[in-house]
């Protein structure tokens, strides 16, 4: 079990990062989020699981310890891979997820892609003592600013997350007009509002 990984970062795709470990590059799956706070050159350190399957070793990486263990914790549930888990926390924070399942927000579930209301009723049910209460953390998890290339960022997220590219494309117009009234825009939550335009076209 690799419980972190800590190094500079030596580059970074739309949906991981490569972390210099003693010499060796370490690719390493992350959310959106994650990645908007991490910066090519900058030390880093990630929080992670590593996903064993016959054909492939598969590291993925989180902003803290609570990420990581929900992760671990949403691939309980039958049908809930790895791929999905991600999708989940790319979507809610920990806390969030926790919140939707305490208080069986179908709709909070429904919002990530590749689950439907049948399969959010079933998850539900499932989740309700797994994840455990809300630790009432103040805020949504949406790293950190990003001030130039959001809509790059973003394009990339949606594309990692497999939607079309003519989909990521309407759904970055979308959220257009939000991030050109913040100041500094957030990947994070544009990303959920791309995707509830998403789920509201499909």
Known sequence: MIAFVSGPVAALAPD???VEVGGVGMAIQCTPNTLSTLRIGQPAKLATSLVVREDSLTLYGFADDDERQTFELLQ???GVGP???Q?????HSPDALRRAVA???EKALTAVPGIGKKGAQKLLLEYKDRLGEPLGRGGPAIGTPVTS???DQL???LIGLGYATREADEAVAAVTPQAEASEKPQVGQLLKAALQTLNRTR
């Open 76 to 78: 309980t549930a039958s």
């Open 83 to 85: 791929r999905l888990a």
């Open 87 to 91: 999708a989940m926390l790319a979507v």
């Open 155 to 157: 394009h990339a997220a």
């Open 103 to 105: 208080t069986g927000d």
């Open 149 to 151: 290339g959001w809509s």
């Open 16 to 18: 991981a990062a490569v």
